[in-house]
């Protein structure tokens, strides 16, 4: 199978990217958890459960699904 190296510099921007984007992904996840634990808060303080309610719309808060 032939190759085709790349350039010393288009190594290093990638490899830049790589980094940058991983440090990203990172900041995301733990936003993300920090999400998932106040909306388990919210949940128990509200009487909320999963399996019955939504939150789609902070302004009006959880709503039953299914209509229920």
């Known amino acids: 199978m032939e190759t085709k190296p790349l350039t010393d510099s288009d190594f290093e921007t990638g490899m830049i ?3 940058e984007l991983a440090e990203k992904y ?3 996840v733990e ?3 920090a ?7 919210l949940r128990q303080r ?3 459960p999963e399996e019955q ?3 789609s719309d902070w302004a009006v808060g959880f709503e039953a699904k299914n209509g229920e």
Do not use: P, W
């Open 17 to 19: 990217f790589e980094k």
């Open 53 to 55: 309610y939504a939150l």
């Open 31 to 33: 936003a993300n958890n």
């Open 46 to 48: 509200y009487g909320a």
């Open 26 to 28: 990172q900041a995301f």
């Open 35 to 41: 999400y998932l634990v106040y909306l388990k808060i």
